[in-house]
């Protein structure tokens, strides 16, 4: 047996069978499933699974969260549930049937930002230990920067800048490759054009036009066609302007692909494609998308900055985690990259790595409030050092919404760090390094009040977390599910105590299946027919449906469902064991309907199961119906066996012994 198998087993059951997914794929930690009824998954029991971390539901997929180990988990899952794995891509294709048109495009916008981030993040370390270089002015040097002191760190800042100019001066070219391969095009056509839109030697360079006076620009950095002219204007590190001239390519090439015979396709799909949409670029598009990019980027800037900055800070802080639960932090990408070009660096990331962090010491609190609760403890604690890594899946869908105090903790702890953060200005480099590295990509002369930022950060939503818990502020739904496990193991004292029946008593048995009922010494299984497990019948059943023979409460299932145990209001405990060897099923054909502490009458519906599957499993469905506590209980058969039973038929009685 696989490291998974069980679980994979279970999860396949609790997800609605093969029949309900309709794709799977896995990332870095998580199954990623394409459901055709979401209703259909039971989340409680999902979580149940000791391998299951966590569950949510994000841009059509649902998602359960496994860890490190999710390629075994794959590989075991797919290979029990004969399903065969897809691409992300196709997965996320075919989940775009449960999204809105909004889901979709913020969708893909992060699917188009996702393969350029970790450039991005290199940049952002490059700018930050070149601001340490030449931006700092060390007390110890005698009040001069590093550079202004040593010809070899001065060299080394230098040489840096060919990385860091590469990835924010190019920008729109990562970008308009990256739509390109999202969009299944040709990706050099994209880096073409993406270079046409930088050129250095043949546009002016978009940080130069502020400062370029519009008869030079006329002049000088013009294209003229007689009767009218075009601006040689360069969109260096502009986001929109690359993105609308990206799509503009992919599109026409999908159009030209459609209408274009094959056998000459490769010589004019390229240029129909590139050249309307360089021309695009440069008149219409362009234009367009630098106006679109500046106005975003002022209205955010005028938040950063402006009289009420400080609520513009506590507002956004609080509120990022809930827009990681929508999907609509996706948009801040395009935003904090218009904002590095236009303002030098963005406010927006300093908040969304205090984000990280706030949530992160939410769950850590709750890790060391339940840190004696294994199956809490397993979940809690990798999701808080994920969180602070910049990841806060884990912990807002495993911990944190589940349980909503910690969730608000964190959103108090970032929102106040958010308006501090935004009272000094904080402000960023680049995005990319969330959490607590997120320090690495703050400018320089901010990196101590970012420091103080991450304390609040750390502090709040820890101490929240323990007073809400320990006053029992938006506790309910953690004590819900408590109070329902601990009522399972209550109900089953309860019943155990509560059964005082006087010597004597006989108390009818009924039949809980419909078959051919037969001695127990008739069982195929020695351990049953030998009467080591107690005194009772054995029925083949000739209908799938196993109901309640007494009045009481479920003592145990087990996970498989191939068993049940019950006591009785007399204190009978019964043992019902759906066929031999099933638990080698692990489940599959089994249905339950109660659960263990449910109480239970006469003739209610107990468990399902399919005869068929069981039988073309090579297992036999012969049933052991027997009392467990025989010295307690004498069973004694009333009925002349074989013979045959139906539901409600005394079966045999159970006399109490002293």
Not at 39 to 51: C, G, T, W
Request: hydrophobic content about 50%; charged content about 15%; aromatic content about 8%.
């Amino acid at each position: 047996m696989g490291k998974f198998e069980k679980d994979a087993r279970e999860m396949l059951e609790a997800i609605g069978g093969k029949e309900n997914i309709a794709a799977v794929t896995h990332c870095a930690t998580r199954m990623r499933f394409v459901l055709n009824d979401d209703s259909k998954a039971d989340v409680k029991r999902l979580e149940k699974i000791p391998a299951v971390k966590g569950t949510f539901t994000n841009a059509g997929q649902f998602q359960a969260i496994i860890g490190n180990d999710v390629p075994t988990f794959y590989n075991e899952f797919t290979a029990i549930s004969g399903i065969e794995g897809v691409s992300k891509e196709a997965a996320k294709s075919a989940a775009q049937k449960n999204q809105n048109g909004l889901q979709r495009a913020l969708s893909m916008l992060a699917e188009i930002f996702t393969p350029i981030i970790p450039a991005i993040i290199v940049g952002g370390l490059i700018l930050g230990f070149r601001n340490i270089l030449e931006g700092v002015e060390w007390s110890a040097l005698d009040g001069k920067t590093i550079v202004e002191v040593s010809q070899f760190w001065a060299g080394v800042n230098s040489f840096l800048w060919l990385p860091g100019e590469a990835i924010f001066h190019y920008l729109p070219v990562g970008i308009v490759w990256s739509v390109t391969r999202k969009m299944g095009t040709s990706q050099i056509l994209g880096i073409v054009l993406g270079i046409c839109l930088v050129s250095p030697n043949q546009l002016l360079n978009a940080y130069s036009v502020a400062s370029t006076p519009a008869a030079e620009i006329a002049a000088n950095w013009s294209w003229d066609f007689g009767f009218f002219t075009i601006e040689k204007i360069g969109y260096q590190a502009q986001v929109i302007p690359a993105l609308l001239a990206g799509l503009s390519l992919a599109y026409l090439e999908r159009f030209w692909r459609k209408h274009i015979p094959e056998v000459v396709s490769m010589i004019f799909v390229p240029f129909l494609s590139l050249i309307p949409a360089l021309i695009l670029a440069h008149t219409v598009l362009g234009p367009i998308g630098w106006t679109i990019g500046k106005g975003i980027s002022a209205v955010v800037l005028a938040g950063l900055t402006g009289p009420v900055k400080w609520l513009f800070g506590a507002i956004f802080g609080a509120l990022y985690a809930p827009l990681v639960i929508t999907g609509l932090h996706h948009m801040t990408n395009a935003i904090d990259t218009q904002l590095i070009a236009d303002a030098g660096g963005t406010g927006l990331w300093p908040m969304i790595a205090l984000s990280n962090i706030a949530q992160g010491s939410a769950v850590l609190a709750f890790y060391f409030m339940n840190r004696h609760d294994e199956r809490e403890a397993q979940i809690s604690l990798p999701a808080a050092i994920s969180a602070y890594l910049g990841v806060t899946e884990p912990a807002l869908f495993g911990v944190n919404l589940k349980y909503v105090y910690p969730f608000v903790a964190g959103m108090i702890g970032s929102g106040l760090a958010g308006l501090f953060c935004t009272s000094f200005n904080i402000t960023a480099n680049a995005i990319g390094i969330g959490g607590l590295p997120g320090i690495l990509s703050i400018q320089a002369k901010y990196m101590g009040l970012f420091a103080i930022n991450m304390l609040i950060a750390v502090a709040v939503p820890f101490m929240l977390t323990y007073v809400f818990r320990k006053g029992s502020i938006l506790t309910k739904a953690e004590d819900d599910l408590k109070n329902g496990e601990k009522s399972q193991v209550q109900a089953i004292v309860a019943a155990k105590k509560e059964a005082q029946a006087p010597a004597g008593t006989i108390i009818s048995i009924q039949s809980p299946l419909v078959g051919h009922a037969k001695d127990l010494s008739q069982a195929q299984d020695p351990v049953f027919a030998q009467g080591v497990m107690g005194q009772g019948i054995v029925i083949e059943p000739t209908d799938g449906e196993l109901i309640a023979p007494i009045n009481g409460v479920v003592s145990a299932i087990f996970p498989t469902k191939h068993a049940i145990g019950l006591i009785s209001d007399e204190g009978v405990e019964l043992l019902m064991h759906i066929g031999m060897d099933t638990v080698n099923l692990n489940g599959q054909g089994f249905t339950a309907h109660v659960k263990q502490g449910d109480r239970v009458s006469v003739g209610d519906a107990l468990i399902s199961f399919d005869i068929e599957a069981i039988k073309a499993a090579g297992y036999p469905v012969d049933t052991p119906v027997i009392i467990t506590n025989q010295n307690d209980f004498q069973a004694d058969v009333t009925r002349k066996m074989p013979c045959e039973v139906t539901h409600g038929e005394t079966i045999f009685t159970a006399s109490k012994l002293s």
